[in-house]
C-alpha cells in the first residue's frame, strides 16, 4: 500500500507484472493513485478484476503530460505485449484511424478500425471519438469527397451532390486530375502539414485563375481562408504513438521482452545474456569490431567490448567476423568465463554461416546465434533456409533492434576515434 501511496495523482499508464515478471494488464488514468488503488479496494468485484489482483506482484507506471497521451500509450504498449487480461484490443480492434484510399482511380475517405497494407494511407490512432467527428467534418465540408460504399463508381448520382458535398466524379462533372488534387489537400490537412496545404493550395489557385477557371479557383480560396481561420484558432500539437511509445520503453522492464523472444528464435532457455557483434570499416581502413551485452534485456555497458581488426587486410567482412568471434571466445573459455545465451550477428545469411563456422571451431556449436539484416530485418537462424519474419510490432523484434543498433552506434563511435587519431598522425 506504500507503494500505491507514492503514485502520482497526474494521468499515465500502469503496468501490473505477476511474479514472472509478465505483464499481464495496462490499464490508464486521468489519475494514477485513483485508479490503481481503486483494485486493492474491492471497488470492482467483478469476477475477472479479481482473478487479475490475485496474479498482481508487481507494478510499473509511466507518467504522461494528458489523458489523451495516456490513451495512445496504452493502445501502443497492448499492440506491444498483448497482456493477458488485455481483452478489448487483443483481436486488434481498437481506436479508429481515417483511411484515404489511395490506391483508387477516386479515392474516398474512410473510417475504420484495422490497418492493412492495401495501398490506402492511413492516419490516426484516434482516441477521441469527437475529434474524429470534427475532423470528418471539417473535410466534407472543404475537401469534398465521394461517399460511395463501393470502389467503383455508382451509375447516377446522389444527394450529396445536391448538398456540395460530392463533386460526382460519376457524372464527369470532375476529371481525374482535378480530384487527385483535392485528395492530395486532404492528405496534407489530415496529416496536419497546414504551412505545406496553404503554399498547395496558393499554387493551385494560380493555376486556376490563369486558365480562367474562376468557380475551382473560388473553391480553393475557401479552403486557404478555412486553413487559415483555423491555424489562427487552434495550436496544434500532434502526438505519434510510436514516438510516445520509444520515449517511454527504457522506463518499462525490458525483462518482459525476453520469454516472447525465446518463444519466437525457439531457444531452450530464456535469452538473459545476449552479446552481439558488428564490423565497421571503410575501404578496409582502420576496420573495427564491436560486442555489446544485454543482460535481462538492459546494456550492460561494462561488458561492452571493442576489437581492432588485426589479421585481415582489405574489405572482408566474413574473415572481420571470424578474427573477432575467435577472440571473443576463445578468451572466455581460457577464463572459464559465463558464455552468453544468445549470440546476435549484424548481417545477413553469410554473416551468420561465418559465425557458425567460427563458433563451430571453438566448440561452441551448442550455443544458439543468429542474425539480422539491415534492410528487411529478417532473423537468421542456423539449420533454417528461410528467415523469422516478426511483426514490427513483436517486442521480440523491438529487442533484437535495440540490441543491433547498440553493437552499430558503438563499432562506428571506435571507427570515428581511430580514424581522427590517424587523421592527426
Known sequence: MEKIKALPAGSGVYLMKNRRGEIIYVGKATSLKN???????????????????????????IETRSAKEALLLEFELIKRFRPRYNVMYR???????????????????????????????????????????????????????????????????CFYLHLRRCPAPCTGQI??????????????????????????????MAEYSRKMEYEQARRVLQEKEFITQLLSQVRFRKIAPEQLLKTNLDRISQEQFLPVLQHELGLRRLPAKIEAFDISNISGTNAVGSMVTFLNGSPAKSQYRRFRIRTISGIDDYAMLR??????????????????????????????????????????????????????????????SLPVVLDRRSPALQLVRHVRDEAHRFAITYHRLLRKKAARN
Open 35 to 61: 485508479r490503481v488503488s481503486s483494485y486493492f479496494q474491492g471497488r470492482d468485484s467483478a469476477p475477472k478484476t479479481q482473478a487479475l489482483v490475485s496474479q498482481i506482484a508487481n507494478l510499473d507506471y
Open 91 to 157: 483481436d486488434d480492434k481498437s481506436y479508429p484511424y481515417l483511411k484515404l484510399t489511395w490506391a483508387e482511380k477516386y479515392p474516398r475517405l474512410l473510417q475504420t478500425r484495422m490497418k492493412k497494407k492495401d495501398g490506402a494511407k492511413y492516419y490516426g490512432p484516434y482516441p477521441d471519438g469527437s475529434h474524429l467527428r470534427r475532423i470528418l467534418h471539417y473535410v466534407r465540408k472543404y475537401f469534398p469527397l465521394r461517399y460511395c460504399k463501393k470502389v467503383t463508381l455508382p451509375d447516377k448520382p
Open 175 to 204: 476529371d481525374e486530375q482535378r480530384y487527385r488534387n483535392i485528395v492530395r489537400e486532404v492528405d496534407l490537412f489530415l496529416r496536419n502539414k497546414h504551412q505545406s496545404l496553404l503554399e498547395y493550395l496558393d499554387r493551385q
Open 323 to 384: 578474427e573477432v568471434l575467435q577472440r571473443r571466445y576463445q578468451r572466455l573459455l581460457a577464463e572459464k568465463k559465463e558464455l552468453p545465451d544468445l549470440i546476435l550477428i549484424d548481417g545477413g545469411k553469410g554473416h551468420l554461416a561465418q559465425g557458425v563456422m567460427e563458433l563451430k571451431k571453438l566448440g561452441l556449436e551448442d550455443v544458439p546465434v543468429a542474425s539480422i539484416a539491415k534492410k528487411e530485418e529478417h532473423i537468421f537462424l542456423p539449420g533454417r
